[in-house]
C-alpha cells in the first residue's frame, strides 16, 4: 500500500484506487457512504426536525384564529333560602370579522417562520455533511501519516542494526551508533503522537457520523464543484439555505410589523349565544334564550404599549436585514477562502511531488555514498527525514485539496444530500405541515405516508 503512496505522483484522480486498511477491519467505508451515515444518524438535525414542527404548528394556530370558535358552557347554581336550584346550557360562537389585520399578519408571518426554518434544516445538514467530510479526512490522513511513520521506524531500525553491525568490526564509530539510537527514538516519538492522533481521529469520526469508521477507501474523485467562483459567489448570494432563511426571516418580520399596527384598529367580533335555563322545583320558570350580537372594540390608551409594539417591530425588521447583508457577506468570504485553499493545496501537491522525486533521489545517492565511505550516518538518517517530511506534506496537501472542494460546495449552498445523490431517503422538510395541514393541501411523499399511518394508529385522523 506505502509502495503506492512512495511515489506521489499520481494525480487525484487515481488516488480512487488506493484503499487504506487498518488492521482488524474488512469492510472499506466510502466517503459518500460516511456522508450518508452522518446524514442518517445526527441528532442534530433529529432536533431540528422537531423545531420545524413546532415552527408548523404555529401555522397552524395562526390559522385557527381565522375561523370561528364555538364553546357549550353548562352551569347549576342553588338558592339556599328559596330552595331552587337552576341549571343553565348555552352554546356560544364567536367569529373575528375584523382586527386591522392582525391575524392575517400573523399567520402570513407564521408561514414564512415555517420557511425559514425550513431553509434553517437544509444548512445544518449541510454543516453535519461537511461535518462527516473533515472527520472522513482525517482519519484518512492519520491512518497513511501512521503507515509512513510505521515504515520509518522499521527502517531505522534496520539502520541502527546495521551501524551496530559496522561498529562490531571496526567500519562505524560509537557516534554513528548513537545518532541511529536517537533518530530511532524520535521516530518512534513521532509514530506514538501519529497514532495518537488517529484515535482522536476515530472519536471525531464517531461524533460526527454516527459510528466508528472501518477501513476507509480514498475519497475518490474531486466533487462536481460551480463552473468559476464568480458562479460559486452568485449561488452563495442567491441559492445558499443560511441566505434564503434570512430572507424568509426578514418577511416574517414585515408581517410582524402589520400585526403589531393590527393591534391599534377597531375590532369587529359576531357573537351568536344559544341558551336553556332549568328551574327546579319551578319547571314554569324554564325558558329559552338565542342572541346575536355585533361589536366594535377601539383601544384608545393602554399606557402606550400600542406604540411600543409597532417600534419593536420595526426594528426586528431592521435587525433581520443586517442579518441577511452580514449572512451575504459571510458567504461570499467563504467562497472566496475555499478557492484559496484549493489553489494552495494543488500548488503544495505540485511542490510536494517534486520534493519527494528529489528526496528519494537525494537518500538513494546518500545512502550509496555512506556505503562507500564518502557519506556517513548521520547523513543518511537526514535524507530519510527529509523523504519523510515530504511523503507527509504530500498526504496532508491531498486532504486540503479535498477539504477545499466539499468547503467550495458547502459555501456554495450545494453541500446537501441532494445535490450530491447520497444513498440516503431525503428528509422531506413539507410531511409534518401537510399531515396537519390547517387548510393547506397534503403533499404525497414516502415521509407523509408513514405520518398518515402514524395518526391512524393513535386515532388522530
Known amino acids: 500500500m506505502m509502495s503506492r503512496i512512495s511515489g506521489f505522483g499520481r494525480c487525484i484522480a487515481m488516488a480512487a484506487a488506493l484503499v487504506v486498511a487498518m488492521p482488524g477491519m474488512s469492510a472499506a467505508d466510502s466517503l459518500r457512504q460516511a456522508m450518508a451515515d452522518a446524514y442518517r444518524n445526527s ?3 433529529e432536533q431540528s426536525r422537531y423545531l420545524l414542527r413546532v415552527e ?19 352551569s347549576s347554581s342553588r338558592d339556599l333560602v328559596q330552595d331552587t336550584s337552576t341549571t343553565t346550557f348555552r352554546l356560544l360562537g364567536e367569529l373575528v370579522i375584523y382586527q386591522g389585520g392582525a391575524r392575517i399578519n400573523a399567520r402570513r408571518g407564521a408561514e414564512q417562520a415555517v420557511n425559514a426554518a425550513r431553509q434553517q434544516l437544509i444548512s445544518l445538514e449541510q454543516q453535519v455533511l461537511i461535518d462527516a467530510v473533515t472527520a472522513y479526512l482525517e482519519v484518512w490522513e492519520a491512518i497513511q501519516i501512521v503507515e509512513v511513520r510505521q515504515r520509518n521506524v522499521r527502517v531505522l531500525t534496520e539502520q541502527l542494526r546495521a551501524a551496530r553491525d559496522r561498529f562490531e568490526v571496526g567500519e562505524d564509530t560509537r557516534t554513528d551508533v548513537a545518532q541511529a539510537e536517537s533518530q530511532l527514538a524520535t521516530a518512534r516519538s513521532a509514530l506514538a503522537a501519529a497514532e495518537g492522533t488517529l484515535e482522536i481521529a476515530r472519536e471525531l469520526f464517531n461524533l460526527a457520523v454516527g459510528r466508528y469508521p472501518n477501513a476507509l477507501a480514498s475519497p475518490g474523485g474531486l466533487p462536481h464543484l460551480p463552473s468559476s467562483e464568480d458562479e460559486a459567489q452568485r449561488l452563495a448570494r442567491q441559492q445558499h439555505p443560511a441566505v434564503l432563511a434570512r430572507q424568509f426571516e426578514v418577511a416574517a418580520a414585515e408581517f410582524g410589523v402589520g400585526e403589531a399596527r393590527g393591534a391599534s384598529r377597531p375590532n369587529i367580533t359576531l357573537d351568536l349565544s344559544l341558551g336553556q335555563t332549568v328551574e327546579a322545583p319551578n319547571p314554569t320558570q324554564e325558558g329559552e334564550s338565542a342572541t346575536l350580537a355585533l361589536t366594535l372594540t377601539q383601544p384608545i390608551y393602554r399606557g402606550g404599549q400600542l406604540g411600543s409594539l409597532e417600534r419593536q417591530a420595526l426594528a426586528q425588521v431592521e435587525a433581520v436585514r443586517y442579518g441577511l447583508n452580514q449572512q451575504v457577506r459571510l458567504n461570499l468570504q467563504v467562497v472566496g477562502n475555499a478557492y484559496a485553499r484549493l489553489r494552495i493545496a494543488n500548488a503544495q501537491i505540485q511542490a510536494s511531488d517534486q520534493r519527494i522525486r528529489a528526496a528519494q533521489l537525494a537518500f538513494e545517492g546518500v545512502r550509496e555514498e555512506a556505503a562507500l565511505g564518502a557519506r556517513t550516518t548521520l547523513d543518511v538518517l537526514d535524507a530519510e527525514q527529509d523523504l519523510l517530511e515530504a511523503r507527509i506534506s504530500r498526504i496532508e496537501a491531498q486532504g486540503d485539496l479535498y477539504a477545499a472542494s466539499y468547503g467550495i460546495l458547502a459555501a456554495s449552498g450545494l453541500m446537501t444530500v441532494r445535490h450530491l445523490e447520497l444513498p440516503v431517503p431525503e428528509y422531506d422538510v413539507a410531511a409534518y405541515g401537510a399531515a396537519f395541514p390547517g387548510g393547506r393541501v397534503r403533499v404525497a411523499s414516502p415521509q407523509g405516508d408513514r405520518l398518515d399511518t402514524l395518526l391512524q394508529a393513535i386515532g388522530r385522523e
Not at 56 to 74: K, M, R
Open 43 to 45: 441528532q442534530l438535525l
Open 56 to 74: 408548523d404548528e404555529g401555522v397552524n394556530q395562526a390559522f385557527a384564529a381565522l375561523l370561528p370558535t364555538v364553546s357549550f358552557v353548562a
